[in-house]
């Protein structure tokens, strides 16, 4: 546990080395399945990084990553 701004916290992976990870898998989706464990995949980001605060254009990025991923995937089936 790390204790910041008085709170106590658990340890996280850094944001932006999580962040990276996650667009890196969404990026590689080829197929529906993959793009539907990749969304999962934004969801557990979310859900984790909340608890500590992140920036709002975060998981805007996240969402839009995937939408964009999705409309290739489908164009290429």
């Given at each position: 546990?790390?204790?910041?701004?008085?709170?106590?916290?658990?340890?996280?992976?850094?944001?932006?080395?999580?962040?990276?990870?996650?667009?890196?898998?969404?990026?590689?989706?080829?197929?529906?399945?993959?793009?539907k464990?990749?969304?999962?995949?934004?969801?557990?980001?979310k859900?984790?990084?909340?608890?500590?605060?992140?920036?709002?254009?975060?998981?805007?990025?996240?969402?839009?990553?995937?939408?964009?991923?999705?409309?290739?995937?489908?164009?290429?089936?």
């Amino acid at each position: 546990m790390l204790i910041q701004h008085n709170k106590v916290m658990p340890n996280h992976p850094p944001l932006g080395n999580s962040y990276n990870k996650v667009i890196a898998t969404i990026k590689s989706c080829k197929t529906k399945s993959q793009l539907k464990g990749a969304s999962r995949m934004v969801e557990n980001f979310k859900t984790l990084y909340k608890q500590v605060g992140y920036p709002k254009t975060i998981p805007y990025s996240l969402d839009e990553t995937l939408k964009q991923q999705y409309i290739i995937t489908r164009c290429q089936l």
